[in-house]
T-cell receptor, first 114, second 116 residues
Framework: KNQVEQSPQSLIILEGKNCTLQCNYTVSPFSNLRWYKQDTGRGPVSLTIMTFSENTKSNGRYTATLDADTKQSSLHITASQLSDSASYICVVSDRGSTLGRLYFGRGTQLTVWP | EADIYQTPRYLVIGTGKKITLECSQTMGHDKMYWYQQDPGMELHLIHYSYGVNSTEKGDLSSESTVSRIRTEHFPLTLESARPSHTSQYLC???????????????FGPGTRLTVL
């Protein structure tokens, strides 16, 4: 069964600190991996997207890495801000259908305290 | 910010009522999707559409139905709501890009449905 597992389930950090969120997947074949940020009561917003040949992608203070061999990805947040408090969702797409099916993780709930 | 809208944002109704959740996008995207999301859980695809007059059921069985009469509009209907339908419903759209470019789904703000 294709799965996307994220850890930790929740995380609390102080403002200004860095943190790293993990994503392990078993989706095969693999097309691409996305990290989304979902604020409470809102829809997810795309942060980064990486294909098989990419192993790192940055978007401001967000840096995503991908190891396609071990099927692991991480999202590193630098110098956290209160507005970073949200759920971060790892989404993996396969190449098995014309739709490019998406497999969603349950997300890591990040809380940034002042 | 993506130009995709959902109404209502919150809805509390009684069992047995018929409801329609609206979703509209102004980006001209051909693909549209409906997801169901419970707190702390992953998104589950319940319906999708490749274009006008195209609708398909997703991975999660749902008693809801959808229609795609216009490119920009993808409403979801529940004929008789039940407490088990209580959830957050997210609409998304994406464009068919040139080969090799993964398309990104843009999500609406969601509708929080509570059935009493």
């Amino acid at each position: 069964k294709n799965q996307v597992e994220q850890s930790p389930q929740s995380l609390i950090i102080l403002e200004g600190k860095n943190c790293t969120l993990q994503c392990n997947y078993t989706v095969s074949p693999f097309s691409n991996l996305r990290w989304y940020k979902q604020d409470t009561g809102r829809g997810p917003v795309s942060l980064t997207i990486m294909t098989f040949s990419e192993n790192t992608k940055s978007n401001g203070r967000y840096t995503a890495t991908l190891d396609a061999d071990t099927k692991q990805s991480s999202l590193h947040i630098t110098a956290s801000q209160l507005s970073d408090s949200a759920s971060y969702i790892c989404v993996v797409s396969d190449r098995g259908s014309t739709l490019g099916r998406l497999y969603f993780g349950r997300g890591t709930q990040l809380t940034v305290w002042p | 910010e993506a130009d995709i809208y959902q109404t209502p944002r919150y809805l509390v109704i009684g069992t047995g009522k018929k409801i329609t959740l609206e979703c509209s996008q102004t980006m001209g995207h051909d693909k549209m999707y409906w997801y169901q999301q419970d707190p702390g859980m992953e998104l589950h695809l319940i319906h999708y559409s490749y274009g006008v007059n195209s609708t398909e059921k997703g991975d999660l069985s749902s008693e809801s139905t959808v229609s795609r009469i216009r490119t920009e509009h993808f409403p979801l209907t529940l004929e008789s709501a039940r407490p088990s339908h209580t959830s957050q419903y997210l609409c998304a759209s994406s464009d068919t890009l040139t080969s090799g470019n993964p398309d990104t789904q843009y999500f609406g703000p969601g509708t929080r449905l509570t059935v009493l």
